[in-house]
C-alpha cells in the first residue's frame, strides 16, 4: 500500500480536491490513499454532482419506504435536495 502526501495524490477520474482529502481521512475506516480513491471511483459518479429528476425521485421514494417501514420517526421532514 502506497501512502502520499494530500497535494500528491495520483491522478484518478474522479480525483477528489486536495482540500477535501483532511476531511476523507477523518472519516475514512482505511486509511491508505490508494484505498480512499477506490473508493471515490467506486461511489463517485454523475449522480453525485447532479441527482436529477430521477435521482430526487428515488430519494423520495426511498424516504416514503423507510417512513411506511418505520425507519423513520413518524413526521419526519423530506429530505431536501439541491
Avoid at 18 to 27: A, E, G, K, L, Q
Avoid at 51 to 69: F, W
Wanted: net charge negative; hydrophobic share 45%.
Amino acid at each position: 500500500m502506497v501512502s502520499v502526501p494530500a497535494g500528491n495524490m495520483p491522478i484518478s477520474p474522479t480525483r477528489p480536491a486536495d482540500d477535501t482529502v483532511p476531511t476523507m481521512r477523518r472519516h475514512a475506516q482505511e486509511l491508505t490513499d490508494d484505498v480512499m480513491l477506490e473508493h471515490v471511483d467506486l461511489y463517485v459518479n454523475e449522480w453525485t454532482e447532479d441527482l436529477g429528476d430521477a435521482g430526487r425521485a428515488a430519494l423520495r421514494m426511498l424516504s416514503r419506504q423507510a417512513a411506511h417501514v418505520g425507519l423513520l420517526p413518524a413526521g419526519t421532514r423530506a429530505l431536501i435536495v439541491f
